[in-house]
């Protein structure tokens, strides 16, 4: 609408809308909104400590026991494991290829349980003495909030075809997470 003239335009985009149909809609998404970067893993793998964000479109144990919500959504958690890596837990530590995982602050506030992390729990498939080897073209990514946390425990590896990007800016909402993304 321009206000000099008071008078509107008509703006073209090749769509056609039939009467009773919806002309324009807006995804409405909980959680954390963030800026990502979805062009450097075009060029390099995903490095294991990183935040990670996926789609969950072929996460298919994810969908049952989250049944009534989207398939398609985004999730962001930490990249724990890559292609041919092998997880363990043991007192509260994720073990990566049979030593405690580097790479991120966060790995080490688990293994201590400071800072109001409680330490990697054994669940799902990853009990106690269980070993998860993350397959070819797949990732497996925990929260950081073990205790809390639907992650790779309960619905297995990530395919790389559904890697999304590194996330880089929370910028809603206006909370102590606002910020860059850890």
């Not at 330490?119 to 809390?148: C, H, I, W």
Request: overall charge positive; aromatic content about 12%; proline content about 6%.
């Amino acid at each position: 609408r321009s206000s000099s003239t008071g008078r509107m335009g008509l703006l073209r985009t090749g769509k056609t809308v039939k009467r009773g149909e919806r002309a324009l809609a807006f995804d409405i998404l909980t959680g954390d909104q963030l800026f990502v970067d979805r062009v450097s893993y075009h060029f390099v793998r995903p490095k294991v400590g990183q935040g990670f964000v996926f789609r969950t479109d072929h996460l298919t144990e994810l969908h049952a026991m989250m049944a009534g919500s989207p398939k398609e959504q985004y999730y962001i958690k930490r990249l724990v494991g890559a292609p041919g890596d092998e997880l363990q837990i043991r007192d509260f530590t994720l073990y990566r290829n049979g030593a405690p995982i580097t790479g991120s602050p966060a790995f080490a506030k688990n293994a201590e349980r400071v800072d109001h992390y409680v330490g990697y729990r054994n669940e799902a498939r990853l009990q106690t003495g269980s070993v998860m080897k993350v397959p070819a073209r797949t990732y497996a990514a925990f929260g950081d909030n073990s205790a809390s946390s639907l992650d790779s425990r309960y619905w297995g590896t990530i395919p790389d075809k559904d890697v999304v990007g590194k996330p880089l800016f929370i910028y809603y909402p206006f909370t102590a997470r606002w910020g860059p993304a850890p």
